[in-house]
């Protein structure tokens, strides 16, 4: 019989395999010898798939993640060939098999230093092979080709190891390592202790804009506290209050009646983190996903968007992307995605696009995240969320709601949800106040959650409607205005000295650090940004915290007055020239 053996393995192990196969089992076997890749070598195991009798899959760690084994496994199925799984490692349960092999009856190939074993595993695989010893013809016509395998490891990827991957039917809430964020300034107690409590440090890392810019402005916070007195202190509704949904849609968002969304399409939240988790339940139960389902981030996520659907019981899976790009969706990273999930036996609850991003500093326009969007509803995705925490904090202004509302039928408006918030761009981390724009659906399954788990205060509602009605351009030029100045001295500096840069909006630039991390003999960022902040006083954020993607970037924050800036960068050109 003609066996065709995909897997991800050792080729030792694949070797030993194929040695039983001919040598004592007497079939002819074809396996990838290492042909060269490109069209020519993918048509060669295409071609070999539509001719095998049995397809034969060696399942090991490996194996179960590759998406170019995924595939073949795929094709095979469509094409009717004899499918025998063939277990070759002891670590693999069949909780981590895709659904459809859990169904399969395989065989095991793993002793190999027991003779008696050893001899009983190739009695059960001859007998498997020979149970398959009937006519399958092809199906005809055939099923389309499938496209390649992305090249050298750069296709869709899980975000965490099989370890730690929630299971698609035995869902337990994981434990997520703590963030490495907050450890960072260890390294600065390190240089005050090696030259003096009086030398200069420079804190690129911060992610609040009120650590080294004002904080909401007084008057503000005086006028939320008289709404305070005026209110009282008896529960809010789990929507927020009437007068804060109001004014959000009609000041602050000046919402088209003509589009049909208005304050009923707004529900608060106590600050971003908590908005995401509350949109993370609502994508999970109204997308009919299950847990162990995947969310779909950017190849450099933000750490909340990495690990924060996983306390939903969602698994994250970054998405392929270019770092030349900032790392930015496409159509076909999308559409490769959604069917690397699928082959996984796993279905996609939502897509998180976040303009301008954390940690990256990608600014996309409108029209982008429009075409982005559609393209993901197009392809399948049933919920789209869109964080625009910083969308003030650029140099072309606030995204217009109406104009993206527009571009969507009322039924694809229904499948997008837009965060919101005062955090970054009023300067208010610690008064929590934020909230999600969605379809009428989102909001009232989230109303719902949050009537048995947590009604919101209205004292961050107040900051709000305190910062609209004074106008929010205007509440918050403190921070908008010298963000906007340092992101110009910093982009200047930056081309000066010729570090490949991603610099849009908000107050985050991504800085690639490989040239200097080189010459330094270093293993990647996390080394280098200790080496930084120990010897001379320098805190930035490794992007290797972000993704292995960005293992020789950095994050900076120029979330200052650009005098401060300017003084900093200066500070930090000086110490990589020096290098």
């Known amino acids: 019989m003609k066996i065709f053996i995909s897997y991800s393995a050792n080729k030792e192990q694949i070797q030993q395999l194929t040695a039983d196969l001919t040598e004592v089992l007497g079939h002819q076997v074809w396996f990838d010898k290492g042909i060269l890749g490109g069209q020519q070598w993918w048509e060669a195991i295409l071609d070999e798939i539509r001719n095998c009798d049995v397809f034969i ?3 090991t760690l490996q194996s179960l993640e590759s998406e170019a084994c995924k595939i073949e496994w795929q094709y095979a199925k469509d094409l009717n060939r004899g499918f025998l799984p063939v277990l070759m490692d002891a670590q693999i349960s069949n909780v981590r098999l895709p659904p459809f092999m859990r169904e399969i009856q395989w065989v095991r190939y793993i ?56 299971p698609l039917y035995n869902f337990r809430k994981l434990l997520p390592p703590s963030s490495r964020l907050f450890t960072l300034k260890q390294g600065l107690q390190i240089h005050r202790q ?28 005086e006028q939320a506290h008289q709404y305070q007195l005026m209110r009282g202190t008896s529960y809010e509704s789990p929507l927020g209050s009437p007068e804060f949904r109001k004014i959000t849609a009609e000041q602050y968002w000046n919402l088209d009646p003509a589009i ?32 162990g389902d995947v969310l779909v981030i950017t190849r450099v996520p933000w750490i909340s968007y990495q690990w924060g659907p996983t306390t939903k019981g969602l698994n994250t899976i970054l998405a392929p992307g270019e770092a030349s790009e900032g790392w930015r969706y496409t159509y076909q990273a999308l559409k490769k995605t959604f069917e690397f999930v699928k082959l ?29 969007s559609r393209a993901a509803l197009e392809i399948g995705y049933p919920f789209v969320l869109l964080d625009w925490m910083c969308h003030w904090l650029t140099d072309t202004g606030p995204y217009d709601i109406n104009q993206f509302l527009m571009a969507f039928t009322p039924e694809e408006r229904e499948r997008l949800i837009f965060l919101d918030g005062l955090t970054k761009s009023l300067g208010a981390a610690n008064i929590r106040s934020a909230h999600l724009l969605a ?16 009604v919101p205060s209205f004292y961050p509602q107040a900051v709000a409607i305190a910062a609209y009605e004074k106008g929010f351009a205007k509440s918050a030029a403190h921070i908008i205005s010298p963000v906007a100045a340092s992101r110009r001295v910093l982009q200047q500096a930056l081309v000066a000295i010729g570090i490949p840069f991603i610099i849009g909006g908000g107050f985050y ?32 954020v490794p992007g290797l915290y972000y993704s292995d993607a960005a293992a020789n970037w950095m994050r900076l924050t120029y979330a200052m007055q650009p005098d401060q800036t300017k003084s900093a960068i200066e500070y930090l050109v000086k110490v990589l020239n020096s290098l």
Do not use: C
């Open 111 to 166: 002793e190999h230093q027991n003779v008696e074993k050893r001899r009983q595993e190739i009695v059960d695989l001859r007998r498997a092979i020979e149970g398959m010893a009937i006519a399958r013809p092809l199906p005809n016509p055939l099923p389309l080709a499938p496209e390649p395998p992305s090249p050298n490891g750069s296709g869709p990827a899980y975000s965490t190891d099989m370890e730690n991957r929630i």
């Open 509 to 540: 630039a991504f800085l690639d650090m490989t040239k200097y991390i080189d010459a330094m003999g270093m293993e990647d960022s996390e080394r280098f940004g200790r080496f930084l902040a120990e010897q001379y006083g320098i805190l930035l």
């Open 194 to 221: 090696k030259f003096g409590s009086d030398i200069p440090q420079f804190d690129f890392s911060q992610g609040d804009s009120n650590l080294t810019l004002p904080g909401v402005p007084q008057d503000i916070l």
């Open 344 to 372: 996984d036996g796993r279905r996609i609850a939502g897509l998180i696009l976040s303009s301008p991003d954390n940690p990256t500093g990608l600014l996309l326009s409108l029209e982008e995240q429009i075409e982005i």
């Open 57 to 59: 899959t060696a399942l």
């Open 260 to 291: 049909g969304w208005s304050q009923a399409n707004i529900i608060f939240v106590q600050g971003g983190r908590d908005g995401l988790a509350n949109a993370y339940d609502a994508m999970l139960t109204l997308s009919d996903t299950s847990y």
């Open 439 to 454: 379809g009428r659906k989102v909001i009232n399954y989230i109303a719902t959650q949050l009537s048995h788990t947590g």
